[in-house]
């Protein structure tokens, strides 16, 4: 577990780097279109990828929470659902207990974020509350623990921001190729060329790329959730019984979008599970996979 913790944060450094890469190159690309000079486009991309880079690390949360519009818990409107997280505290080991917070559905699912233990969101659905019983509600809110504990927040929530970031970044692109002036043709600067270039490349392959990183972060670390979530509760069946129900359950979560499904516990979409061939471009296990590994632990 803490060579997979290490991993995590690891892979959040690249990324992000690599984020911050990508996103210069992009609007240097852009504003190049739209006759800037070179010294002011690459000021302005350097400029505006380091701030957002910067409040995408620090927000990435409320920025995930904002788009599911959800609410915070309370002991009032929830009781059940905090009194299993305060149990569940003991047995996870953590410091800091993250907050709960509930957005309207009437989908099963549930997920975690947030850039550390100590600034973790747990975030479930109505359905939820409404479908699962108690020892099925603790085997999803363990999972979703297990995510925080084992860093996985910090990666997915930065992916999730991010990638929608870069599908912002590729409508303006489209916007601008049918609005920007033309370059003067003369322009014989091989330097501005290349870059022009890689930008370019970049822009077209970053939804690509982006569908990449999910699919190589998302699907061990649902095996990994799920077998320390057994060891928090000791009890397999809950999380078995919880999963075969949000898989069975045929109900749309509006508010969920492409560049964050991946963070749930099960796809948001329900004509998406096991669709892809061998499940191999799936962001989530099948859940008879996840049944099975599940199984192995008793």
Do not use: W
């Not at 747990?122 to 860093?151: F, P, R």
């Not at 061998?278 to 996979?289: G, K």
């Amino acid at each position: 577990m803490y060579e997979d913790i290490k991993k995590n944060k690891r892979k959040t450094g690249v990324i992000v780097f690599g984020f911050l890469l990508m996103i210069t190159l992009v609007l240097y690309y852009i504003c190049y279109m739209f006759d800037m000079s070179s010294f002011a486009a690459i000021t302005i991309a350097l400029t505006f990828s380091i701030v957002s880079t910067i409040a995408t690390y620090y927000n990435c949360d409320k920025i995930v929470l904002a788009s599911v519009k959800a609410r915070e818990a309370t002991r009032e409107e929830d009781l059940q659902l905090t009194n299993i997280l305060d149990a569940l505290m003991v047995a996870s080991g953590l410091e800091h207990k993250p907050r709960l917070y509930v957005m309207e559905s009437s989908q099963p699912n549930a997920f975690a974020t947030g850039r550390n233990p100590e600034n973790a969101i747990i975030c479930v659905t109505t359905g939820l509350l409404q479908k699962l019983d108690y020892y099925e509600l603790e085997g999803v809110v363990a999972h979703e623990l297990s995510h925080i504990k084992n860093y996985d927040i910090l990666l997915s929530a930065v992916i999730s921001v991010m990638v929608g970031f870069v599908v912002m970044l590729s409508d303006i692109f489209t916007r601008t190729m049918f609005h920007s002036s033309s370059r003067d043709k003369d322009d014989d600067n091989k330097g501005n060329a290349i870059l022009m270039i890689v930008g370019l490349v970049f822009l077209i392959l970053s939804p690509i790329v982006s569908n990449l990183i999910q699919l190589a972060v998302s699907r061990r670390r649902e095996y990994l959730a799920d077998s320390t979530a057994v060891q928090f509760t000791r009890n397999p069946d809950g999380l078995i019984s919880a999963l075969k129900k949000i898989s069975n359950d045929d109900s749309e979560l509006d508010v969920a979008s492409n560049s964050n499904s991946y963070m749930y516990i099960e796809n948001p979409f329900p004509k998406k599970r096991g669709y892809n061939i061998s499940n191999l471009l799936s962001t989530h296990p099948s859940i008879e996979e996840r049944v099975q590994a599940l199984e192995n632990l008793k």
